[in-house]
């Protein structure tokens, strides 16, 4: 291997990450060529800098953080279930009130599609279709139409 | 055989918290760490840490133990990481390539890092120095570099476990642990090179 091929090894191979082959193939080009071990020496250098950084102890308040957190999304994942619940009870009503406006946004939009006059005219054509247009008067000698008579008679009478 | 935290993992599903407990004991400085080294401000890590544990809790009803607990973990803490550069940028509240200097960093974070040594005022400098370097530098690789550097450093994970947990190739991690450990070499050569002549 060449030095640019050993280089781009090197931090696979300080980390212990080659297979035996290529480390002592490595090994061998570091106890030949000075810049190539100065290279791997820095990175080496610069590993343990890293390394040698202190490490943070938690803070006293860190689980006791956590709990918090815990309990409150324990509160929260109650939350929605009780608005569930308090839906149900508004079910009915909002279905009846939603039911309502519906109707009458429907008839007041209807009306706009039918003019009032055409109601009429249809209503009018409707009642004559079945007959309730014509008042026919009563039959002439039937008993109705003498309890009718007498029964005006009492009343011009009385008054 | 059962890792022993998929085996905690699995008593918590079945509703023993203390399992948990011991989950949280277990994992939260490393967790804290990984989320520091990555986003550089110690209240936010602890903020996210605590996020990842809420996750872990979330999730436990469904969890199933397919591979090892730190694997899904560290899974979960990456997410959680670059999803949050990924809205930093949205906001652009602040640069990731901004240096964090040392005058930025909390006293109290100062102290309790040379609280060990009794150190004297240059080698307070000194360390100040160092840490800025090293957080500019870390802050300076892209995102993805930065997770897998620093789980391959600070947790000492190998690139088999780095490309599960990034969800990539182990010759994708090698070429990014590369990139980065060359950049990281580049931006630290100044202090390192004066550390080879005996200045630190």
């Known amino acids: ?159 | 055989m059962l890792d022993s935290d998929v085996s905690l993992m699995l008593e918590f599903q079945n509703g023993d918290i203390s399992s948990f407990e011991k989950l949280v004991q277990k994992h939260k400085e490393s967790i804290i760490n990984i989320i520091y080294q990555f986003i550089g401000e110690r209240d936010e890590a602890e903020d996210l840490a605590v996020e990842v544990f809420l996750r872990v809790y979330r999730a436990a009803k469904k969890y199933q133990a397919k591979a090892k607990f730190t694997t899904w973990l560290y899974k979960i803490t990456t997410n959680l990481c670059l999803n949050e550069i990924r809205k930093k940028a949205k906001l652009q509240t602040i640069s990731l390539s901004k240096p964090i200097s040392a005058g930025e960093e909390k006293e109290e974070e100062l102290i309790e890092k040379i609280a060990d040594a009794a150190p004297s005022p240059q080698q307070i400098l000194e360390k100040k120095e160092r840490n800025a370097l090293i957080r500019k530098a870390i802050d300076s690789l892209p995102a993805k570099q930065r997770m897998a550097t620093i789980l391959q450093i600070y947790e000492g994970l190998s690139y088999k476990e780095i490309s599960r947990i990034l969800g990539c190739s182990v010759k994708s991690v090698e070429r990014r642990l590369y990139w980065a450990r060359t950049n990281l070499k580049e931006r630290l050569s100044s202090y390192l090179t004066r550390e080879s002549g005996g200045g630190f």
């Open chain 1, 1 to 159: 291997m060449k030095c640019k091929g050993i280089r781009r090894k090197l931090v696979a191979y300080l980390d212990g990450e080659l297979e035996e082959k290529q480390k002592l193939s490595i090994k061998e080009h570091l106890t030949k060529c000075g810049e190539c071990k100065k290279e791997a020496d820095l990175l080496n250098k610069s590993f343990y800098l890293l390394k040698d950084q202190q490490r943070l102890k938690p803070s006293q308040g860190f689980e006791a953080s956590l709990w918090e957190r815990i309990y409150s999304l324990e509160k929260r994942q109650l939350l929605p279930q009780a608005i569930f619940g308090r839906l149900v009870h508004l079910a009915l009503p909002a279905a009846v009130a939603a039911a309502l406006i519906i109707g009458v946004l429907v008839g007041s939009s209807v009306e706009k599609i039918i003019p009032s006059q055409t109601v009429k005219l249809k209503e009018e054509r409707y009642l004559t279709s079945i007959g309730l247009d014509s008042f026919q008067d009563l039959p002439t000698g039937s008993l109705p139409e003498i309890y009718f008579n007498l029964a005006s008679a009492g009343e011009v009478e009385n008054g």
